[in-house]
């Protein structure tokens, strides 16, 4: 698998681009997962999520996968499971202080993070790891995340007109609507044009 | 003042000077544009408080702040919030080392406050050498922050005045915030880019690994002026005395993140005086770095030759008269 790991962040464009549309498919399916549950759907799509990226990326699980901004080198893999590396141990030639047989995986981060669109994002200082959520989906977070900041834009934007018109709410609440629209009354045609 | 003199009255710790963070003393010189001398301990292997002090005694007339490491190198020795409380409660300033293998987070914030009410103020933030390397390689490794996440927690005790759960801490720690860095080890591209990160995390000053390369420094400081951290964090390079050829050589191979070069080696080699030589070198390393831009002080590590710190700094010439000496000294 270390192999596989190293052809992944020496490629690390092409699995960024990947790594996209399937976040794309994942927001896309927001209203899918709701439905069925997101607590019914997390055991099957953690399952699969862990199949594929331990596979390729040697994937540890931590839930709180940060692939995008890591040069598609995972962080778990450092065995002080740095999420800011790389340490000061790093021998001659880029091997790993503790693992002396292995590649620096963080090394490894900077040089993937210079071949992706997203190669910036390495430079963002990211947060400890909440050890709580090991075993869990990443993908399934990210959709959640992303559709609810959807959600979110959407309120913004009806409560600005209900803040905007106050009186006419109050007469006529149709007007300027403050609940939760459901999607099927919303014209998508419309939305389209 | 006798190492048992302590006063029951509670100390009062007034806010921090104007455009400051902390009471710190290396902060004051920083801020005032000198030439900081920070100086290592070498932490006994023992619970009696006055070994600490006879090993404080030879560093504190040349250093601004003593460094107390924490398990250095993963081994064992007295630890470092014990020796910085020591010390800075017998007027020293102290440089409070927390590295991330030992301690989860619960841990680590909760030393950052006692540390904060014993006086202390300053500490550096690092991740820490693997269990591997050190007295009881079957410790197991905690690494549950790393130096950077550490770094925004203590920044965010400090200002927001709350834990990482978000929990209110009613009188935040007063703290001036390092970090460590390790410019002559690969990947060397990206030293820089990752200091970077530690001043964006909240470092406010830098204290490297030894620096036995010039050329590989000058490199990296160039790098470190383009990206305009010089203006944004102090940065003071780190230095020490080579004992031996054998010394450097067994050192560059066995301690994780020092690189000294063959040259540097050579000339131990072939010196008569292997303890002059090295401290000769040691002075020269000094006055080289200092004449690099963006350089903001000197971190002295004497590993077993704390005798030679106070002539090494003299002979040097950076602090230009001025004497830095403890509190209790200058009453």
Redesign the interface.
């Known amino acids: 698998m270390y192999r596989i790991r190293l052809f992944a962040i020496r490629h690390s464009g092409v699995f960024e681009w990947i790594y996209q549309r399937v976040e794309g498919v994942m927001v896309a399916l927001d209203p899918v997962f709701a439905k069925i549950g997101y607590n019914r759907v997390e055991r099957p799509i953690a399952l699969l999520e862990q199949g594929v990226k331990s596979v390729l990326f040697d994937c540890k699980m931590c839930g709180q996968c940060a692939l995008s901004s890591t040069g598609m080198s995972c962080p778990m893999n450092c065995p002080k499971e740095l999420r800011n590396g790389p340490c000061g141990g790093v021998r001659p030639g880029n091997y790993c202080e503790v693992k002396p047989w292995m590649k620096c995986v963080w090394a490894a981060a900077w040089d993937g993070s210079t071949r992706m669109k997203g190669g910036q994002k390495i430079r963002e200082v990211l947060p400890p790891v909440d050890r709580s959520l090991k075993g869990s989906s990443s993908w399934l977070r990210v959709s959640r995340e992303k559709a609810a900041k959807l959600r979110e834009a959407r309120e913004a934007a009806r409560t600005a007109v209900a803040e905007a018109f106050p009186e006419a709410r109050a007469i006529e609440p149709a007007v300027a609507p403050l609940a939760e629209e459901p999607a099927s009354a919303v014209n998508r045609e419309v939305l389209k044009k | 003042m006798s190492t048992g003199d302590y006063s029951d009255e509670v100390p009062v710790y007034a806010p921090p000077p104007e455009g400051h963070v902390s009471h710190s003393r290396l902060e004051r010189v920083l801020r005032a544009g000198r030439f900081a001398v920070t100086a290592e301990l070498n932490p006994p292997d023992s619970a009696d408080p006055s070994d600490v002090f006879e090993a404080a005694q030879p560093l504190g007339e040349v250093a601004d702040a003593i460094n107390a490491t924490d398990a250095s190198g993963a081994n064992c020795h007295m630890s470092s919030i014990g020796i910085s409380a020591l010390l800075t409660r017998a007027g020293y300033s102290t440089v409070y080392q927390i590295s ?2 030992d301690r989860n ?1 619960i841990a680590i914030q909760g030393d950052v406050l006692g540390a904060a009410a014993m006086g202390v103020s300053n500490v550096l933030c690092l ?4 269990v ?1 390397v050190g007295d009881q390689p079957g410790a197991k ?1 905690v ?7 550490l770094l ?2 203590i920044r965010t005790m400090r200002d927001q005045g709350m834990f ?1 759960s978000g929990r209110k801490i009613t009188r935040p720690p007063q703290m001036f915030l390092g970090a ?3 410019p002559c ?3 060397h ?2 030293r820089p ?2 200091l ?2 530690k001043v ?2 909240g470092a406010e000053f830098i204290q490297t ?1 030894y620096i036995y390369d010039i050329p590989l420094f000058e490199k990296f400081m160039a790098r470190v002026r383009d990206l305009g951290l010089d203006k944004k964090v102090y940065i003071l390079p780190g230095v020490g005395p080579l004992a031996s050829a054998k010394a450097a050589r067994w050192m560059r191979s066995n301690v ?2 020092i690189h000294v070069p063959d040259a540097l080696i050579d000339r131990m080699e072939k010196a008569e005086k292997p303890g002059a030589e090295g401290k000769k070198i040691c002075i020269e390393l000094i006055q080289q770095i200092r004449e690099i831009k963006g350089v903001a002080g000197v971190h002295v590590m004497a590993y077993r030759r704390e005798h030679q710190v106070s002539e090494i700094i003299l002979e040097s010439g950076v602090l230009e008269g001025r004497q830095p000496r403890r509190r209790s000294e200058r009453r």
């Open positions: 991330c293998r987070r991740t820490g050498d693997g591997g490794p690494f549950d922050f790393d130096s950077l996440t925004r927690t990482l460590a860095e390790n080890i690969p990947p591209d990206w880019e990752r970077a990160k964006e995390a690994n994780p993140g």
